[in-house]
DNA sequence: AACAGGTATTACACCCGTAAAACATTTTCT
DNA sequence: AGAAAATGTTTTACGGGTGTAATACCTGTT
């Protein structure tokens, strides 16, 4: 059995100072380190079609809950301030991917939907995102992923009890 | 069993196109909101104590190797840029927390120790910060922890080496 | 009519990475 | 040996993305 990086640094710090309880380290540390180099490969596909990681995020969940959502909505779908919403609304609609309506009634909130290109675009994208994810995570096998899952799911109800507070 | 929020986002996919294939997503899209609820938690110590995460990453590099770095090394070792690493380095010795010497041999290279302030800064803050990591995980018993640890760890050493590539 | 609360945007500051620059060393070639 | 080129290390310049806070705008309530 190899180890790997967190391994290695923990036994560092075990080496200057035995006492510490790395424990919690060992788990934190590799969630950490492989959503960093996951999402390093995983921005490949995306790179190409120029998106970004956030503005594919963004218009995947207007694509995938089928209908307009309003910029707060979006921004509590993808974890990010309204602020970067805003902005990034602004470009993908220079770019013709997202149109925005506004509402009849109540004239604060603006609509966002995708416009037929940027439908297009998710829907040829989305299937070459998950394919080569699939590449990606190609050294576990079936049974390993979908036990890998299964506990992260455990671990994420807990996190989002815990900390997440604010569901939609 | 109640589901977390990325088995909802996959339900939501399912529901506008059954023919994907979202296998990848339920591994990938878990570890990546992990982490990103766990950076979120995690960092609250490191804020009371006036550092952002990637400030501690730096001086917990050269605290555990216990020997003076080098810039780059320390880029390496905390796989963030060469140039990200001298603003830090630079805030961190203005505020005496680390110390730079330049070598006498090579006198490109610069070695970072950390001050006895810096020092005893990480030795205060890690104890605290782990004690805070391992309450937030407190949720999951010891067992699962690990359990998840060395999936994790499986996982994590398939994709160092298909992606990682560099190793020190 | 004023106010309280909600929604989106704008202003600002921060952090980061890429690329270029500055500087030092080592190697190569004459 | 000495100059030139290639390599290595760090820093600086610049642009982009993000979040917090302030702003503009709207609705519903009292």
Not at 17 to 26: H, Q, S, V, W
Request: net charge positive; hydrophobic share 40%; charged share 30%.
């Amino acid at each position: 059995m190899t180890d790997d990086i967190v391994a290695s640094v923990v036994r560092q710090w075990q080496a200057v100072n035995p006492e510490l309880d790395t424990g919690p380290m060992e788990l934190i540390g590799r969630i950490n380190r492989c959503a960093a180099l996951l999402q390093q490969a995983e921005d490949a596909p995306l790179r190409a079609a120029g998106l970004t990681r956030a503005e594919f995020d963004l218009l995947g969940a207007v694509r995938r809950t089928d209908r307009e959502l309003t910029p707060g909505e979006l921004a509590r779908e993808t974890f990010s301030s309204g602020a970067a919403v805003t902005k990034r609304l602004r470009v993908l609609q220079e770019r013709g991917l997202v149109d925005r309506r506004s509402d009849a009634r109540d004239r604060r909130v603006a609509h966002v939907r995708l416009t037929e290109e940027g439908r297009d675009l998710v829907d040829r994208l989305l299937p070459r995102q998950l394919a080569y994810e699939r590449m990606v995570l190609s050294g576990l096998d079936e049974h390993s992923r979908t036990r890998l899952s299964t506990q992260l799911s455990e671990l994420l109800v807990q996190l989002e009890g815990r900390i997440g507070g604010a569901r939609r």
